[in-house]
């Protein structure tokens, strides 16, 4: 419905597809996908492949690395419905997935101290 004032074509477009729809169901990914996961698509789309338009829009934002929460944003779709989508493009190999530079384990905080120990040493 239009608010007066507003013209019909400034309201936010909407899904008419509810989430569940677009997941077949599904609510959790085979693969963890912490919002700071980066990915990126590994190839374009091949015509004979039968993509939602969802997934597609995905596939567009991951031409360069983006997390996922950015992914979730973009599409205004929940962030768990877009780690099941993100999950069937990485299952077809049109997905890389990257742990993102702040999810690699660090030293544990014993070796930290013996090397601050050793260059003191020095």
Known sequence: ?????REAEE????????PYAMTHGRTRP??????ITLVVAARPPR?????????LSI????????????????????AGVVRVLLDDLRGRGALIVRA????VSTPHLTILKAVA??????
């Open 30 to 35: 085979a693969t963890d996908f912490d919002l």
């Open 59 to 78: 596939l567009e934002l991951a031409a360069r690395p983006v997390s996922v929460a950015e992914i979730a944003a973009r599409v205004n779709l929940p």
């Open 1 to 5: 419905m239009t608010q007066p004032g």
């Open 117 to 122: 120990d050793g260059l003191r040493a020095l």
């Open 47 to 55: 015509p004979e492949e039968a993509w939602e338009p969802e997934h």
């Open 100 to 103: 993102a530079a702040g999810a």
């Open 11 to 18: 309201e936010p477009e909407r899904s008419l597809v509810r």
